[in-house]
């Protein structure tokens, strides 16, 4: 930058040379703390410049005029210099921060899954197929209820247990007649009885309602099939023969089943009808209660209260019901040890049907 001492006035050219260096230093400062490092030795108070201001008394008026013009002008041009490198390394170093310091909140879907069928649904229509390659035809009913169909029709007497408020799910009690939540789809065969179109071969799938401690068997809500079968001549021999053929195209030959003497009021004789616990294969465990048997359901032949309360002559035609939940079907079908898995929602089990 040329020579000079201690508060002497620059060489020629001194003053150029310094500006060039300071601007170059100052382009070149890598980071805002490096740049502040250079800056008091080139225009702070450890720099050539402030000596140069210090030796402006020893000149004479025009050259101190002339001098001092040159050195703020300077001065101010390696300010604004320094001013805007510091403005560009302190944006590199905000987004350098910034993007150090990111986090990526974007959410990536996992791989998306096709839905189906709950394994209820599935066993459903399973089960309809089987009865429509019977001959049956699928009928429905409304779950919500009067107890004339719920009840009266099936010839369940008042003093039924069923009918109690602790049992049943009613909605609205009145002077004639009240509502309820369907207890069975056994009333789908009062309406079918109704129709007048005889004879009848069909099945009423749909979901049911009682006031169940759910456990592992039992739930407030689930779903039961009715059949009802309304012919000439129509016997009990039929309708085991039926039982145990839909018994065997859903569980195949090692499952069999039995019907137990039962009582239901509306079917005369009635049995319940069981099979081996898919769960045990018979040896007894905590879904069967250690029977080593699992309950579907009830059936029997229709009694005549109920043919007769529909307007159907009972001497002339006869004919057989069953009801059975489809839920513990299922469970039976696929060895479930609990009912309440059916209604927990854990993609976990759900996924496996």
Known sequence: MGSMTADSPPGPGALDAHERRAAELIGAAEDLAALEGLLPELIGRRSPLTAWKRSLGTL???????????????????????????????????????????????????????????????????????????????????????????????????????RSMQDSFYLAA???????????????????????????????????????????????????????????????????????????????????SRLRPAYFPFTEPSAEFEITCTICRGSGCRTCSQTGWIELGGCGMIHPAVLEATGVDSEEWTGFAFGFGIDRLAMMRHEIEDIRSFIENDVRFLTQF
């Open 174 to 256: 009145g002077d004639l007649e009240s509502f309820l939540l369907r207890t069975q789809t056994s009333p789908g065969q009062v309406r079918l009885l109704e129709r007048g179109k005889l004879p009848i071969y069909a099945v009423v799938p749909g979901r049911v309602y009682r006031r169940d401690t759910a456990d592992a068997r039992h739930l407030p809500v689930f779903h039961q099939i009715e059949g009802i079968v309304v012919d000439h001549g129509v016997t009990f021999g039929d309708l085991a023969g039926t039982v145990d053929t839909f018994v065997r195209a859903i569980f195949g030959d090692e499952i069999n």
């Open 60 to 162: 004479v008026p025009d050259e101190r005029r002339s001098l001092g013009l040159s050195l703020n002008q300077v001065v101010a041009r390696l300010d604004a210099l320094a001013e805007q490198r510091r403005s560009a390394l302190g944006e590199a170093e905000h987004l350098a921060r910034i993007q150090a310091e990111r986090m990526d909140l974007t959410e990536v879907p996992s791989q998306s899954l096709s839905g189906h069928l709950h394994l209820v649904t599935q066993v459903r229509e399973e089960l309809e197929d089987v009865f429509v390659g019977m001959g049956y035809e699928i009928a429905d009913g409304p779950e919500a209820e009067t107890e004339w169909y719920n009840f009266t029709a099936l010839n369940v007497p008042r003093d039924h247990p069923a």
